[in-house]
Nanobody, 123 residues
């Protein structure tokens, strides 16, 4: 069993930055790949970024590539999402999730989810 708790969301102006954190409970954190997803009002949940269990492989959806960076610290059971050059269209609830897969961007291949943290980007 893994519990995931996100933090770091908030209100920021367009062009600003935020860093999201997701702390995992449990001893198996380093054996899971991790991902960040988001869900904007009235839209479906979408993949944002993912990282392999070792941190050596990262991957992003096209709309955030070059602006967002995913990283992890296995010693702290934590995965991060550094978000720069934020745009109003980045406004959403951001969720972290874990997967037993080496890497995946599919929500139905994630086995544990956090409750989310709200990011609001004003224009």
């Amino acid at each position: 069993q893994v519990q995931l708790v996100e933090s770091g969301g908030g209100l920021v102006q367009a062009g600003g930055s935020l860093r999201l954190s997701c702390v995992a409970s449990g001893r198996a954190f380093s054996s899971y790949s991790m991902g960040w997803f988001r869900q904007a009002p009235g839209k479906e949940r979408e993949f944002v970024a993912g990282i392999s269990w070792s941190g050596s492989y990262t991957y992003y959806t096209k709309s955030v590539k070059g602006r967002f960076t995913i990283s992890r610290d296995n010693a702290k059971n934590t995965v991060y999402l550094q978000m720069n050059s934020l745009k109003p269209e980045d406004t959403a609830v951001y969720y972290c999730a874990s997967s037993a897969k080496y890497s995946t961007s599919y929500a139905d291949e994630m086995n544990y989810w956090g409750k989310g943290t709200l990011v609001t980007v004003s224009s």
